[in-house]
């Protein structure tokens, strides 16, 4: 899953980690962004803590998705 162009600051992952994933090889920023994820804060709270923009975090999040080792958190925005 790619992320879409659309505003993705606001997004919000968690950690899944899971057996049988296959062997995949984290380099240091992918590991860096995956311990990052506690379910709380958004790509751009990750992305700031990291002292990286959305543009160089936005691939990273899409190749943990895309290894199911982190999920997108259902939050509404909305509420106040």
Do not use: C, Y
């Amino acid at each position: 899953m790619a992320l879409s162009p659309k505003d993705v600051t606001s997004l919000v992952f968690k950690q899944a980690i899971r057996p049988n994933v296959g062997e995949l090889a984290l380099d240091g920023m992918m590991l860096s962004v995956l311990m990052q994820f506690d379910g709380k804060k958004t790509l751009e709270q990750v992305a700031r803590e990291l002292g990286r923009n959305l543009a160089d975090i936005r691939p990273i999040v899409s190749k943990l998705v895309q290894a199911k080792l982190i999920d997108l958190v259902e939050t509404n925005i909305n509420t106040v």
